[in-house]
């Protein structure tokens, strides 16, 4: 069983699609870089050293105007730092929180000519991953267990 998630399979995006498209959303990111970047073979920096990291910054460079002009933003990153409950050997390097003021503003971007180029920065750098579609509360004073 592979634990390759790169990029959503149909049904989990047509899943997204039929939720609530005018609130707000959360999309909790939690990426695991490549060792060593994987570019297709016509890629400019196919054959460079480039880690998974170094793509994925790319990545971010590249798609960021895109993430900004829809109205995304991110709202809390971290460093992971332990596995308290869960698998011992499951480990992210990259842990963050985006906002978008709606779905719409997430399809606009994924759909996005200049993004689809910059997606590929991403497909060379991620490991594994996990996006994570949250409907933010209402309000902080709620608590996670009422």
Same mark, same amino acid.
């Given at each position: +069983?592979?634990?390759? !998630?790169?990029?959503?399979?149909? #049904? ?13 959303? =959360?999309?909790?990111?939690? @990426?695991?870089?490549?060792?060593? #970047?994987? *570019?297709?073979?016509? !890629? ?8 998974? #990291?170094?793509?994925? $910054? =790319? *990545?971010? &460079? ?6 900004? $002009?829809? %109205? ?7 460093? /992971?730092?332990? /596995?308290?409950? %869960?698998?011992?050997?499951? =480990?992210?390097? &990259?842990?963050?929180?985006?906002? *978008? ?5 997430? +399809?606009?971007? @994924? ?6 180029? &910059?997606?590929? !920065? $991403?497909? &060379? ?22």
């Amino acid at each position: +069983m592979s634990d390759r !998630h790169i990029d959503p399979e149909r #049904a989990q995006f047509d899943a997204f699609k039929a939720l609530p498209r005018d609130t707000v959303i =959360h999309m909790l990111n939690l @990426v695991r870089f490549k060792d060593k #970047a994987t *570019y297709p073979g016509d !890629h400019p920096l196919a054959g460079k050293t480039l880690n998974g #990291a170094e793509a994925y $910054r =790319h *990545y971010g &460079a590249d798609s960021g105007p895109i993430f900004q $002009r829809v %109205g995304g933003r991110v709202i809390w990153t971290g460093t /992971m730092e332990a /596995m308290v409950i %869960g698998p011992d050997d499951e =480990h992210w390097d &990259a842990v963050f929180i985006a906002e *978008y003021p709606n779905s719409g503003a997430f +399809m606009e971007m @994924v759909t996005d000519p200049v993004y689809r180029e &910059a997606v590929i !920065h $991403r497909q &060379a750098a991620v490991e594994t991953s996990r996006l994570i579609r949250c409907a933010p509360k209402a309000s902080r004073s709620e608590t996670v267990f009422g």
